[in-house]
């Protein structure tokens, strides 16, 4: 690799060409670092021409030597290179149509799409908006995610920085990265001119709600591995994990509050009274709380980490712990007031957890809630102490709204017609 900066300016330099990684000692004598990784290496990493007289094998690595199986420290290589680096990409095409390249020698030229294609996520949001470089041009305070397939991860990964940092200007760079693999269909491929699979217009005249939708490409997102879609995985997913699970959860604790006095509480989130046992103290109260935090404090980490189905999967498993929290309101009167303010508590929570994922879901919830539909998402880092009280999320006095099912069940005819 040439020990150069990313050329792209100028007349003569239209290929990204390689950019030497340079290495060099810093603080130990026996490791080498990378200035552009800001790291020490791993022997491994790291090929050179081997010193030993006679030798002078050229791919000799730091962990072993092949050729003449002398040990030597990495250090001791001749010109020490990393094993792979950016390899030279033209970024221009001899065709007819396209952007053409703006200098005189290469009239008769047009961008390679996928050079000009990623430079539009700037151009786009300078039309829509003049203060665009707020964006674009403020790596302090901005943090750029990409979501995409494994296809065009070199050309998010690669080419694009590559543009942005030869201008020599302060752009927002990528920070991660979200890739995904292949959705297959049923049996076999997706197809749209083979009318293989379920596209847009399909999905829509099937009356399934959106939510439904969101939910079950969410559930089997192809974020390691391809996945599959299948119309009974869905019906199965709908009808236990949405229906029976979520929807179940949220319709018992909101229908039981607005039952008539002396049966519910009249649509009104109880009051605590000195008869309610202490929260901390009592048993399936402190139980169920400590399952929570922790499975908020992982969902936090996997959504901060854009492992979105892990985030998922983890939100789902409350409304599991619920479903068996509410039996209270029957076999403990005097824990009743407690359970039902912790339950509800549970529902705006998972309103908040869920929104990323299904948000005309929470719109829902916050809608039976009685509560306005810009309420604030409170889960930032420092929100787990409420979460660890979830009896003092909702305030005591507030009145619901009218409870109504969430989710309708699947049924296997309606599955064998799609």
Not at 193 to 218: C, H, M, Q
């Amino acid at each position: 690799m040439a020990a150069k900066k990313i050329p792209i300016k100028g007349k003569r330099n239209i290929l990204i060409t390689g950019q030497r990684l340079a290495l060099r000692q810093q603080r130990s004598p026996s490791k080498l670092y990378c200035d552009t990784c800001k790291r020490f290496l791993a022997d491994r990493l790291v090929e050179g021409t081997c010193p030993k007289e006679g030798c002078n094998y050229q791919v000799a690595r730091g962990d072993q030597r092949e050729n003449c199986v002398s040990v030597l420290n990495t250090t001791e290589l001749k010109d020490p290179r990393l094993k792979e680096g950016l390899k030279s990409r033209c970024i221009t095409r001899d065709l007819k149509w396209g952007v053409p390249v703006p200098l005189e020698r290469f009239s008769d030229k047009v961008f390679y799409v996928w050079f000009d294609a990623s430079i539009g996520y700037v151009s786009i949001t300078s039309c829509y908006k003049p203060e665009w470089e707020k964006w674009w041009k403020n790596p302090e305070d901005v943090e750029l995610y990409q979501f995409m397939d494994k296809d065009n991860v070199p050309f998010h990964t690669v080419m694009f920085p590559s543009t942005l940092l030869g201008t020599d200007e302060n752009w927002t760079l990528m920070k991660t990265i979200s890739v995904t693999e292949f959705l297959n269909y049923e049996a076999g491929k997706f197809s749209k001119s083979k009318g293989i699979g379920v596209f847009g217009n399909d999905a829509k005249d099937t009356n399934i709600p959106v939510e439904v939708w969101r939910y079950y490409l969410l559930t089997i997102r192809p974020e390691v591995s391809d996945t599959l879609f299948t119309w009974a995985d869905l019906q199965a997913k709908l009808n236990s994990e949405l229906l029976n699970n979520l929807g179940n959860f949220i319709n018992r604790v909101l229908s039981f509050i607005v039952k008539p006095p002396g049966r519910g509480y009249g649509s009104i989130i109880p009051q605590p009274s000195d008869a309610d046992p202490d929260p901390l103290q009592h048993e399936p109260t402190r139980k169920l709380v400590g399952s929570i935090v922790d499975y908020v404090e992982q969902y936090v980490e996997a959504m901060e980490k854009v492992k979105l189905k892990q985030g998922l999967k983890i939100a789902m498993n409350i409304p599991s712990e619920g479903n068996g929290y509410p039996q209270l309101y029957n076999d403990d009167q005097l824990s009743c007031s407690l359970a039902i303010r912790t339950s509800v508590g549970l529902v705006y929570l998972l309103a908040c957890l869920l929104e990323p994922f299904v948000p005309s879901f929470s719109l829902e919830v916050l809608k039976q809630l009685n509560l306005p539909p810009d309420t604030p998402i409170f889960l930032e880092k420092g929100d787990i102490d409420r979460v660890s009280q979830p009896w003092e999320i909702l305030p005591a006095g507030h009145k619901i709204g009218t409870p109504a099912p969430l989710f309708k069940e699947l049924k296997e005819e309606e599955v064998e017609f799609f």
